[in-house]
């Protein structure tokens, strides 16, 4: 499957910004699909996470209650959602696919196809 990521960009402080992205495939409901984020200098890290009927999403706390990923199985998009920004979002944010799993998944390593990846900036 191919991920395409878009939406990133330059927003201040307090801002928000909503990624997609778009999967190729006539399966993509039955993925399981999550986003990572890497900083310069940092490991990637864990975003959210949503199963494939978007009942169930998982986030860590960094993130909790500013961020929300849904999904839309009729456009074949998955979608973050970001509200209050911090410069500490400051990252690449990449997609990530689960082709032989629908459930939320939380490691990188669970999955098995990634997006190119869309920078967001967060100014303070």
């Known amino acids: 499957v191919q991920l395409q990521a878009s939406g990133g960009g330059l927003v201040q402080a307090g801002g928000s910004l909503r990624l997609s992205c778009a999967a190729s495939?006539?399966?993509?409901?039955?993925?399981?699909m999550g986003w990572f984020r890497q900083a310069p200098g940092k490991e990637r890290e864990f975003v959210a996470a949503i199963n494939w009927n978007g009942v169930s999403t998982y986030s860590p706390d960094s993130v909790r209650g500013r961020f929300t990923i849904s999904r839309d199985n009729a456009k074949n998009t998955v979608y973050l959602q970001m509200n209050s920004l911090k410069p500490e979002d400051t990252a690449v944010y990449y997609c990530?696919?689960?082709?032989?799993?629908?459930?939320?998944?939380?490691?990188?390593?669970?999955?098995?196809?990634w997006g190119q990846g869309t920078l967001v900036t967060v100014s303070s």
């Open positions: 990530a696919a689960r082709t032989s799993g629908t459930y939320a998944y939380t490691q990188a390593f669970q999955y098995d196809s």
């Open positions: 495939g006539r399966t993509f409901s039955s993925y399981g």
